[in-house]
């Protein structure tokens, strides 16, 4: 029963930050956003693709051709709650949410990799270089890296006044700055590993647009001339078509700029991070005790076997 | 032979680039698969040569059965041209694609760029600084 708990909890938190993650980013700093919800969404679908492993475990040692394979005593096993048959569909999502999240990755780090070798390829020794490419399509992204780059047409540059493109290129380089490609796509991971979670990238892309618009505001002393910028650039972008896969991320630019010009309008609480992060913490531990357990009652269920093993539990005819 | 492709167009840019300051003028294949140490098969450096050719980085006149290669232009400006060529590629296709890329601005729906165009007109055209507030109570909150 206790261990039923332990491992009930983190699927429970992942659960509320699934659910709470909208709200929470309505009263956290973008700053908090961007690197809390990656973390909290991460911590949260390890530990419960963790747990859902464990019981999958669980459910399956009783299983008497599994115990005799793993030389432990059905008896002595956490109770069965369920019969020992619901392993399996437990396991088959585990297995799936595993392998999903594995590709993921895979192909992350192969687009990671690709745009690193494009920095390169564009050469010059410093990080957030500007690189102007002569096309008349409005167009201005960061291309992470270790040396990344700030690509922007000249179709973009004519589109704003000098203190606009300012505004735009530290946009850019904010987000090469504070790396939120790699926030980003660890929201991205944790939602491909737990479902719950689908509402964290959208979010904290989201947050990375508003912190990176807090940097140009900085830079150029001006909400109004950020808001501005953005306005201007998406009217010169916003004819084309949207690529695929992209369009549904892209964060709301009429939102960016309302939040730009009425920055009060959100109250960031610094409290609530704090909570936010304990809460990770806290789950984080309540997953490593549940190991700790599990192991433990595997333990003795093994003991049990090898020592007092007069008689086999009698079958029991599961399914 | 395990070098990557732009590296090897880089060294054979190089070998012509050296043939022509030493006015050694156009080179044929073997010539520029003997410049390069013999790092390259002579089928490679034939490709790469063609390849370069077809981009328009080279000229190419008939010499023996095969054809001489030179720099078409300066070597500066080849290399400028062959960056241009490279960004233009980013800009265009992996640009739609690359999730990992942060993009200044998404697309815009028209009812936005409606309200986009009206928070311009507002509080941009005399080139003073917007102190009103021209968005709270604009269209209306979706």
Same mark, same amino acid.
Not at chain 1, 26 to 50: D, E, K, M
Not at chain 1, 106 to 112: G, I, S, W
Not at chain 1, 254 to 278: D, N, W
């Given at each position: 029963?206790?261990?039923?708990?332990?491992?009930?909890? @983190?699927? %429970?938190?992942?659960?509320?930050? !699934?659910?709470?993650? @909208?709200?929470?980013?309505?009263?956290?700093? @973008?700053?908090? %956003?961007?690197?809390?919800?990656? %973390?909290?969404?991460?911590?949260?679908?390890?530990? +419960?693709?963790?747990?859902?492993?464990?019981?999958?475990?669980?459910?399956?040692?009783?299983?008497?051709?599994?115990?005799?394979?793993?030389?432990?005593?059905?008896?002595?096993?956490?109770?069965?709650?369920?019969?020992?048959?619901?392993?399996?569909?437990?396991? %088959?999502?585990?297995? &799936?949410?595993?392998?999903?999240?594995?590709?993921?990755?895979?192909?992350?780090?192969?687009?990671?990799?690709?745009?690193?070798? $494009?920095?390169?390829?564009?050469? !010059?020794?410093?990080?957030?270089?500007?690189?102007?490419?002569?096309?008349?399509?409005?167009?201005?992204?960061?291309?992470?890296?270790?040396?990344?780059?700030?690509?922007?047409?000249?179709?973009?540059?004519?589109?704003?006044?000098?203190? *606009?493109?300012?505004?735009?290129?530290?946009?850019?380089?904010?987000?090469?700055?504070?790396?939120?490609?790699?926030?980003?796509? &660890?929201?991205?991971?944790?939602?491909?590993?737990?479902?719950?979670?689908?509402?964290?990238?959208?979010?904290?892309?989201?947050?990375?647009?508003?912190?990176?618009?807090?940097?140009?505001?900085?830079?150029?002393?001006?909400?109004?001339?950020?808001?501005? &910028?953005?306005?201007?650039?998406?009217?010169?972008?916003?004819?084309?078509?949207?690529?695929? !896969?992209?369009?549904?991320?892209?964060?709301?630019?009429?939102?960016?700029?309302?939040?730009?010009?009425?920055?009060?309008?959100?109250? @960031?609480?610094?409290?609530?991070?704090?909570?936010?992060?304990?809460?990770?913490? $806290?789950?984080?531990?309540?997953?490593?005790?549940? &190991?700790?357990?599990?192991?433990? +009652?595997? *333990?003795?269920?093994?003991?049990?076997?090898? !020592?007092?093993?007069?008689? *086999?539990?009698?079958?029991?005819?599961?399914? | 032979?395990?070098?990557?492709?732009?590296?090897?167009?880089?060294? /054979?840019?190089?070998?012509?680039?050296?043939?022509?300051?030493?006015?050694?003028?156009?080179?044929?294949?073997?010539?520029?698969?003997?410049?390069?140490?013999?790092?390259?098969?002579?089928?490679?450096?034939? #490709? #790469?040569? #063609?390849?370069?050719?077809?981009?328009?980085?080279? #000229?190419?006149?008939?010499?023996?059965?095969?054809?001489?290669?030179?720099?078409?232009?300066?070597?500066?400006? /080849?290399?400028?041209? =062959?960056?241009?060529?490279?960004? =233009?590629?980013?800009?265009?296709?992996?640009? =739609?694609?690359?999730?990992?890329?942060?993009?200044?601005?998404?697309?815009?729906?028209?009812?936005?760029?409606?309200?986009?165009?009206?928070?311009?007109?507002?509080?941009?055209?005399?080139?003073?600084?917007?102190?009103?507030?021209?968005?709270?109570?604009?269209?209306?909150?979706?």
């Amino acid at each position: 029963m206790r261990l039923a708990v332990l491992l009930a909890l @983190p699927l %429970v938190a992942t659960a509320l930050l !699934g659910a709470t993650a @909208p709200a929470l980013d309505r009263r956290l700093h @973008p700053a908090s %956003v961007v690197r809390l919800l990656p %973390v909290a969404g991460v911590v949260g679908a390890a530990t +419960s693709g963790f747990s859902l492993s464990v019981v999958a475990l669980v459910l399956l040692g009783h299983a008497s051709d599994v115990a005799a394979v793993g030389h432990w005593s059905v008896r002595s096993l956490p109770g069965p709650v369920l019969p020992w048959a619901w392993g399996v569909p437990v396991a %088959v999502v585990v297995t &799936a949410l595993l392998l999903a999240s594995a590709g993921h990755v895979a192909r992350v780090l192969v687009q990671l990799w690709r745009a690193e070798l $494009a920095c390169r390829d564009l050469g !010059g020794p410093r990080s957030g270089g500007v690189v102007v490419v002569d096309a008349p399509a409005a167009d201005a992204y960061a291309i992470p890296g270790v040396r990344g780059r700030v690509l922007v047409s000249t179709g973009m540059l004519a589109a704003l006044d000098p203190a *606009e493109r300012r505004a735009l290129l530290a946009h850019e380089r904010s987000h090469l700055a504070h790396r939120h490609h790699l926030w980003i796509q &660890a929201a991205e991971v944790a939602a491909v590993a737990n479902p719950l979670l689908q509402a964290l990238p959208g979010l904290v892309r989201a947050a990375c647009e508003r912190e990176a618009d807090l940097d140009a505001v900085r830079s150029v002393r001006s909400p109004q001339v950020t808001a501005r &910028a953005i306005a201007r650039a998406a009217l010169a972008r916003g004819t084309r078509a949207a690529p695929p !896969g992209l369009a549904a991320t892209g964060a709301d630019v009429p939102a960016r700029i309302e939040t730009l010009l009425a920055p009060a309008s959100r109250h @960031p609480r610094a409290a609530l991070a704090a909570l936010l992060a304990a809460a990770v913490l $806290a789950t984080l531990v309540v997953s490593l005790v549940s &190991a700790d357990v599990t192991e433990d +009652s595997f *333990e003795r269920a093994r003991a049990a076997a090898a !020592g007092v093993e007069p008689h *086999e539990p009698p079958l029991r005819s599961p399914s | 032979m395990r070098r990557e492709r732009g590296a090897l167009e880089r060294a /054979v840019l190089l070998a012509l680039e050296d043939s022509s300051r030493r006015a050694g003028g156009a080179l044929t294949v073997a010539e520029v698969a003997a410049a390069l140490d013999g790092d390259a098969a002579y089928t490679t450096v034939l #490709t #790469t040569l #063609t390849r370069l050719h077809d981009k328009g980085a080279l #000229t190419r006149e008939p010499r023996g059965r095969g054809f001489a290669y030179a720099l078409a232009a300066a070597p500066a400006a /080849v290399d400028a041209a =062959r960056t241009a060529r490279q960004m =233009r590629r980013l800009l265009e296709a992996e640009g =739609r694609r690359e999730d990992v890329l942060a993009r200044f601005v998404a697309e815009l729906d028209p009812a936005d760029a409606t309200r986009l165009r009206r928070f311009l007109s507002d509080g941009a055209p005399t080139g003073e600084p917007a102190g009103r507030d021209t968005t709270a109570g604009g269209p209306g909150t979706s």
